[in-house]
């Protein structure tokens, strides 16, 4: 079984920055792609950034030159440095990442989410 879990959330002032993790456990074979992705009260989840297993990464408009995705592999830990938040960014991020178990077989996992909220 894998678990993503997410920490790092919080309450901060616009302006302000937070870095988020995301940290993959259980029987791990190799980790392909992941991102990050939020949901504020009354909207449809998001896509923030993404990174490939290569390193590639791609964000939303709304973050580009703010927030930068890595990832660790040898860790199983993917981050979110985001910088110069806003009160629009306020929302519940959630890590996902599509991960090769022991048995070949390439899943797609999600993690339990983590508040960031930022106040103007």
């Known amino acids: 079984q894998v678990l993503l879990v997410e920490s790092g959330g919080g309450l901060v002032q616009a302006g302000g920055s937070l870095r988020l993790s995301c940290a993959a456990s259980?029987?791990?074979?190799?980790?392909?792609?992941m991102g990050w992705y939020r949901q504020a009260p009354g909207e449809q989840r998001e896509l923030v950034a993404a990174?490939?297993?290569?390193?590639?990464?791609n964000y939303a408009d709304s973050v580009k030159g703010r927030f930068t995705i890595s990832r660790d592999d040898a860790k199983h830990t993917m981050y979110l440095q985001m910088n110069s938040l806003k009160p629009e960014d306020t929302a519940v991020y959630y890590c996902?990442?599509?991960?090769?178990?022991?048995?070949?077989?390439?899943?797609?996992?999600w993690g339990q989410g983590t508040q960031v909220t930022v106040s103007s």
């Open positions: 996902s990442a599509a991960i090769m178990t022991g048995g070949f077989v390439l899943t797609n996992y």
């Open positions: 259980g029987t791990i074979f190799r980790l392909n792609d």
């Open positions: 990174i490939t297993r290569g390193g590639s990464t």
